[in-house]
């Protein structure tokens, strides 16, 4: 007699009991404290926040550790709470000119008003594990910091200073295309309504926006070698805090309603010019929550080369191709999908046993008669 | 949604069925043109859901949609009940929209299901939720969005029988097993989802309501009750379904889609109903197969 | 307007609004059956109770709504159908995602409507019918839903009304999709019905 297996249900409940006992790990060890993930582990807390599409430090803290430090995991936490969220309303664009910046660097210009800020980044430090951050007791500062000599390191400015864009410098000549300006009309939500290609340029951006660092990195470095090669320069990037302003119509102003990290990357690029327009720089555009430079980069790589058609350019590559590039840059899409592979199948791969069982019994045959 | 701050971390509590009413009402909308132009994959915007894409997502999405307080719901996948995602969508429900459960098609109001339909014949007032990874019929032949709604406008299917008498042509069968597409009451060609084509003539004037729901590829589409449901075929080659040479091991049905177990590695196997509801059923009436207890 | 005058909206809105879409949901996909749908609602005349059941189940800030004359007049009933859905009440037919026609004599015809794409054939207006009663025997429909053939009746209805549900049917998959709100029940007439005068 033959009992088929049963106990689903137990089965996912103990895995569930060992994936809790996995995360929690050695339990001689104190827990980690969201405060910690928050303090310490910033820029993963960043990524959570730009491709999980919500700004909220304390609860994408808690998704990097429910996800034993799974990003891909986390972000999904984040977006599967988010869209449960109830709106009040839209917030007014968030001005970056007005930036309480933290960082800031221009490739293209030596000094600029406001100057270069070097700020926190990984830039030009050497590239050799720091065994003093290994340490226990000592293990709180790097053996390289000035810190550790009490030095003043250049900190936050108390107050944003007037730091105009790169691009608004360039503008006042004419020699960049002008940002588009504000029509008033409600840009399309990619989180509220189906997106029918092709689509306009904000929502691309939007898409791009939480789309996969990876893969936009791999996008956006296939046009530097190539692959619609669009000679782009870092006009600026940009870090640092914004103000949220929300104007409630029912009391007819406006409200902060505080402030939020983002990183702004303008790539400013190379454009001959068409019959209309003179030659000038054009504009690919990076936006991205928190401190994440490679992302806000390889994003404003992308939404320039997906520029091709409105600047007549040739298609020629795949960073180009908007359907793609946008209906495959969702990891929380594209991590479920690959992974569903791992479901149970039995049922059409016994449609496809047969087939194959029986055109092999057909075959035989046929080679039978050949021979014969 | 409703959060609260209790001690740090916000206490979040859900609405039934775990969709708020305003994407319930977005979904039901979608639902009711789907039913009105049977066949056509209706564009919905479909939320991120607490469980990963291609795992059932838009199929959640159309029975949190449709589920009242008195519904009586069943989850299968591959046709069984116990398998592990059937498992987990089911206890998603009892969690957030607390109805009753069933693992009996019978007594089952709504069910939603993955790769199968039932093998118990469905009855009027019962709604068949189907779980879909790919809408598109014309996916593996033409990539893009922008073609096939082009195609299906035009009802321009030409491209379908083309890939359909290749295979004829190459393997001197149609190669297609499961996902076969249909064509829905004389106009749209439809991707049934990955069932196999052993379970297509099902769907033709079946007296049940038929719910499709795609949740990353943001589709929802309808079969009404009663509406003739055809897979496509050619004259000279009218399409089969797929026969199983044994009968079920356990309840011994004939004419039931049957699961092929492994008992050993060297060559011994059996076949086994995959519809668990169904061979369960048959069993308790006294049916029995070679290897029934 | 004052809030003490505005009459209620749904009591348990989750259970009633699932009711009410369930019974729109039955009548699309069985054409020409009735739908039982019971509602506490009372809303000012000469919205019915019914239809205003539907509208509060289905109509929300992303379907603009149009009233037919006998309603837009009555500025009690678009107080409270804005208040209650959040619907933009539209002045012309032409962007409706939906629509409420208190006077079916009236009826303006189908293409003052959306009546989708073929691209997009969803992208058309859904019609809530106020009738006074259902009877049978009026018309012969046949299509998807339906074994074999139904007969079907609602009053009132223009004269012509086989008519423009034929052209209606003609421009499948495009076209527009009636639910016909009567007492205690719902039909549903989807452009995929063929309507005949029996």
Same mark, same amino acid.
């Given at each position: 007699m033959y009992v088929a297996a049963k106990g689903g249900e137990k089965a996912i409940r103990n895995a569930h009991a060992l994936l809790a006992k996995r995360r929690r790990g050695n339990e001689n060890l104190p827990s980690i404290g969201l405060d910690q993930i928050a303090a310490q582990l910033t820029l993963a807390v960043d990524r959570v926040m730009a491709e999980g599409s919500l700004y909220d430090i304390e609860l994408a803290s808690l998704a990097v550790k429910q996800a034993r430090g799974d990003l891909i995991e986390a972000i999904f936490l984040i977006r599967a709470f988010r869209t449960t969220l109830p709106r009040f309303g839209n917030a007014q664009p968030l001005d970056t000119s007005r930036m309480l910046v933290r960082r800031r660097v221009s490739a293209t210009f030596k000094d600029l008003p406001g100057g270069q800020l070097l700020g926190p980044t990984f830039d030009y430090t050497h590239r050799l594990l720091d065994t003093a951050l290994g340490g226990g007791e000592n293990g709180d500062i790097s053996g390289d910091s000035p810190v550790a000599s009490g030095g003043d390191i250049g900190d936050i400015p108390a107050a944003p200073v007037a730091m105009p864009r790169v691009t608004d410098l360039l503008g006042q000549e004419g020699l960049i295309e002008a940002?588009?300006?504000?029509?008033?009309a409600e840009p399309f939500d990619i989180t509220r309504a189906p997106v029918a290609y092709p689509v306009d340029r904000a929502t691309r951006l939007q898409t791009l926006a939480r789309g996969d660092e990876g893969y936009l990195l791999a996008l956006g470095y296939s046009t530097q070698r190539g692959y619609a090669r669009s000679h782009p320069f870092v006009g600026e990037i940009r870090f640092g805090d914004v103000e949220v302003i929300f104007e409630v119509p029912e009391l007819g102003f406006e409200v902060s309603l505080g402030t939020v990290q983002v990183t702004e990357c303008q790539m400013v690029n190379q454009f001959k010019g068409s019959a209309e327009v003179p030659p000038q720089f054009t504009r690919g555009y990076g936006l991205v929550f928190g401190q994440c430079e490679r992302k806000a980069m390889s994003m404003a790589l992308v939404e320039r080369a997906l520029r091709w058609k409105e600047l007549g350019e040739e298609q020629s590559a795949p960073a180009q191709d908007e359907e793609f590039v946008l209906s495959h840059c969702d990891n929380v899409q594209a991590t479920g999908f690959v992974e569903h592979l791992k479901l149970p199948h039995y049922v059409d791969f016994q449609a496809e046993l047969d087939l194959v069982r029986r055109m092999r019994a057909e075959h035989e045959a046929e080679m039978k008669e050949a021979a014969e | 949604m409703s959060a609260s701050d209790v001690g740090g971390m916000p206490q979040i509590t859900y609405n039934f069925a775990y969709l708020d009413e305003q994407t319930k009402r977005m979904i039901r909308r979608a639902i009711l043109k789907a039913i009105a132009v049977p066949g056509y994959q209706v564009p919905f915007a479909a939320r991120e859901m607490p469980m990963p894409y291609g795992w059932g997502t838009g199929g959640v999405q159309v029975t949190a949609a449709v589920l009242g307080r008195d519904d009586v719901l069943k989850v299968i996948d591959q046709g069984a009940d116990d398998t592990t995602n059937a498992v987990a969508i089911r206890g998603f429900f009892e969690k957030t929209a607390r109805v009753a459960t069933t693992t009996s098609t019978t007594e089952a109001t709504v069910i939603q299901t993955r790769h199968r339909i039932p093998e118990t014949k469905l009855r009027e007032d019962q709604i068949l939720v189907y779980q879909v990874p790919?809408?598109? !019929?014309l996916r593996f032949l033409e990539p893009r969005e922008t073609e096939t709604r082009q195609l299906h406008a035009l009802a321009e299917y030409g491209l379908m029988h083309v890939k359909l008498y290749e295979d004829i042509a190459r393997h001197g069968h149609i190669a297609t097993t499961y996902a076969y597409p249909v064509e829905v009451a004389g106009r749209y060609v439809m991707?049934?989802?990955?069932?196999?084509?052993?379970?297509? !003539?099902?769907?033709?004037?079946?007296p049940a309501l038929q719910l499709f729901g795609a949740g990353r590829e943001k589709r929802i589409y309808a079969i009404p009750p009663h509406t003739k449901v055809r897979s496509l075929d050619f004259e000279d080659h009218p399409f089969k379904v797929q026969r199983f040479a044994k009968p079920c091991a356990l309840c011994g049905a004939t004419g039931a889609y049957l699961d092929e177990v492994i008992l050993d590695d060297k060559g011994g196997r059996m076949f086994v109903c995959s519809d668990t509801d169904f061979c369960n059923t048959r069993q308790e009436e006294g049916h029995r197969g070679e290897m029934g207890a | 307007m004052s809030a003490q005058v505005l009459a209620r909206g749904f009591d348990d809105p989750v259970g009633e609004s699932q009711a009410a879409f369930r019974a729109a949901m039955w009548a699309l996909a069985r054409p020409g059956r009735v739908e039982a749908l019971a509602t506490d609602l009372t809303p000012p005349a000469p919205l019915s109770p019914e239809a205003a059941a539907l509208v509060l189940a289905l109509c929300d800030y992303e379907t603009p709504l149009w009233l037919d004359a006998a309603l837009a007049a009555v500025p009690e009933v678009v107080d409270f159908l804005r208040f209650h859905t959040g619907a933009a009440i539209l002045?012309?037919?032409?962007?409706?995602r939906f629509a409420i026609l208190s006077d079916p004599l009236e009826?303006?015809?189908?293409?003052?409507?959306?009546?989708?794409?073929?691209?997009?054939?969803?992208a058309s207006a859904t019609l809530i019918v106020q009738v006074a009663g259902f009877s049978d025997a009026r018309f012969i429909l046949e299509g998807p839903g339906i074994k074999g053939q139904t007969s079907f009746g609602a009053a009132p209805l223009p004269a012509d009304f086989a008519a423009r549900m034929a052209a209606n049917r003609a421009l499948f998959p495009r076209g527009v999709d009636l639910l016909l709100a009567g007492p205690g029940g719902v039909a549903g007439l989807p452009r995929s019905v063929t309507v005949r005068e029996s």
């Open positions: 940002s588009p300006a504000d029509d008033g | 790919i809408p598109e !019929p991707d049934p989802s990955p069932i196999p084509k052993f379970d297509n !003539p099902k769907m033709d004037d079946s | 002045e012309e037919p032409g962007e409706a009826m303006p015809d189908f293409s003052a409507f959306p009546q989708g794409l073929p691209e997009f054939p969803d």
